[in-house]
T-cell receptor, first 116, second 115 residues
Framework: ETGVTQTPRHLVMGMTNKKSLKCEQH?????MYWYKQSAKKPLELMFV???????ENNSVPSRFSPECPNSSHLFLHLHTLQPEDSALYLC???????????????FGQGTRLTVV | AQSVTQLDSHVSVSEGTPVLLRCNYS??????LFWYVQHPNKGLQLLLK??????LVKGINGFEAEFKKSETSFHLTKPSAHMSDAAEYFC?????????????FGSGTRLSIRP
């Protein structure tokens, strides 16, 4: 148990569906991240939120829409996805420190998404 | 700009022999460096981290890594491999002079252990 919880653990959705992934952390961190992990590809940073503000959008298609209502919760809203979006989606959190450094990132178990 | 390169996509060793997973980084200043491990169908777990204190860092499960600034390397080692070490390993860099809270992952090294 890392203190970062993702739900659901598995999700199968059609290309016309709308669904959301949820991430919750109880570590008191102020930075949260979404990563995409596809088979045989490096881990891809998607979005970064610092103190609820989005500070990084790594050229992610608009069919992925993040939301960070507070420092403890992060959502990834999905709509009209493609089969190639099937992957493991990982959420992480860290704590920005003075001087620009960060604590290490704590990861959730991930949501295994399959788009059919 | 910061980056991290894991030089081997796959390493295979026999049980009981040493493990070496290589990582080189590029950073504008003195970065924080991490190694994470991911077992099949599991999330990422922190093995160890370097944050400008001792250059030889000891982590969990007998792993350690040495920060060598002159070589811009942060290789992960273990004296004796165990079957349970089979997993994917990621080298990670966090640069305080890059975008705030930006953590960059290497492409990963898959470690296999032969009986």
């Amino acid at each position: 148990e890392t203190g970062v919880t993702q739900t659901p653990r598995h999700l199968v959705m059609g290309m016309t569906n709308k669904k959301s992934l949820k991430c919750e952390q109880h570590l008191g961190h102020n930075a949260m991240y979404w990563y995409k992990q596809s088979a045989k590809k490096p881990l891809e940073l998607m979005f970064v939120y610092n103190f609820k503000e989005q500070t990084e959008n790594n050229s992610v298609p608009s069919r992925f829409s993040p939301e960070c209502p507070n420092s403890s919760h992060l959502f990834l809203h999905l709509h009209t996805l493609q089969p190639e979006d099937s992957a493991l989606y990982l959420c992480a959190s860290s704590q920005p420190l003075e001087g620009g450094m960060d604590t290490e990132a704590f990861f959730g178990q991930g949501t295994r998404l399959t788009v059919v | 700009a910061q980056s991290v390169t894991q030089l081997d996509s796959h390493v295979s060793v026999s049980e009981g022999t040493p493990v070496l997973l290589r990582c080189n980084y590029s950073s504008s200043y003195s970065p924080s460096l991490f190694w994470y491990v991911q077992h099949p169908n599991k999330g990422l777990q922190l093995l160890l981290k370097y944050t400008s204190a001792a250059t030889l860092v000891k982590g969990i499960n007998g792993f350690e890594a040495e920060f060598k600034k002159s070589e811009t390397s942060f290789h992960l080692t273990k004296p004796s491999a165990h079957m349970s070490d089979a997993a994917e390993y990621f080298c990670v860099v966090s640069d305080p002079y890059s975008s705030a809270s930006k953590i960059i992952f290497g492409s990963g090294t898959r470690l296999s252990i032969r009986p």
